[in-house]
């Protein structure tokens, strides 16, 4: 089964708004990773949060960490019409595989 | 190259036929994963290799999936007697971490159909 699962599976927002999409996992983890999809083909890195980490910041990406709630946030802000891609999340448990979720579908209305 | 990359980026394949997957890798990354990702769906995982050991082969699906990496780089991954089932997004991605957690890099995938 998933390790990672996000949520919303779809968001639509305007250009300028904020954007908010969770990722809740089931055992204890090293580390959160933030992929971003476009184009349903390669993903690119976004951001890496540490299990002793709480928070951290990108540009214009914040991403929060809840080891006690085994769940993380990614925050956009100030979205732009480019940022509309798909969100995954990842977590490596240990051992060898990184695990990712399903899946947020951005859509940013210019 | 400067990044990973795969080949074909798409294959259209009769059933019951055999088809190779290539990848890439980023030089001197020692972590290689395959993932498949179906239509609209998240990344489901198919094999890992890491340097020298024996290959993670748990996600693979049946076993007529197979999955070699030539001199720690090249990567092959081979799918005999296809099925509709079988088609998806293959993706291949790098790592230079010993232990998968590290931040991976992707190639653009092979878009596989089984007609």
């Known amino acids: 089964s998933q390790q990672g699962e996000e949520d919303p599976q779809a968001l639509s927002i305007q250009e300028g708004e904020n954007a908010t999409m969770n990722c809740s996992y089931k055992?204890?983890?090293?580390?959160l990773q933030w992929y971003r999809q476009n184009s349903g083909r390669g993903l690119v890195h976004l951001i890496l949060?540490?299990?002793?980490?709480r928070e951290k910041h990108s540009g214009r990406l914040r991403v929060t960490l809840d080891t006690s709630k085994k769940s993380s946030s990614l925050l956009i802000t100030a979205s732009r019409a480019a940022d509309t891609a798909s969100y995954f999340c990842?977590?490596?448990?240990?051992?060898?595989?990184?695990?990712f979720g399903a899946g947020t579908r951005l859509f940013v209305k210019a | 190259g400067a990044g990973v990359s795969q080949s074909p980026s798409n294959k259209v394949t009769e059933k019951g036929k055999d088809v190779e997957l290539r990848c890439d890798p980023i030089?001197?990354?020692?972590?290689l994963y395959w993932y498949r990702q179906s239509l609209g769906q998240g990344l489901e995982f198919l094999i890992y290799?890491?340097?020298?050991?024996?290959?993670?082969k748990s996600g693979l699906p049946s076993d007529r999936f197979s999955a070699e990496r030539t001199g720690g780089s090249v990567s092959t991954l081979t799918i005999q007697r296809t099925q509709q089932e079988d088609s998806a997004v293959y993706l291949c991605?790098?790592?230079?971490?010993?232990?998968?957690?590290?931040?991976?890099?992707f190639g653009q995938g092979t878009r596989l159909t089984v007609v």
């Open positions: 991605a790098s790592s230079l971490d010993r232990t998968g957690g590290l931040a991976a890099f």
């Open positions: 055992t204890s983890i090293n580390n």
């Open positions: 949060i540490r299990s002793n980490e």
């Open positions: 990842a977590t490596h448990a240990g051992g060898f595989k990184t695990i």
């Open positions: 030089s001197g990354h020692t972590a």
């Open positions: 290799f890491q340097g020298n050991s024996a290959p993670d």
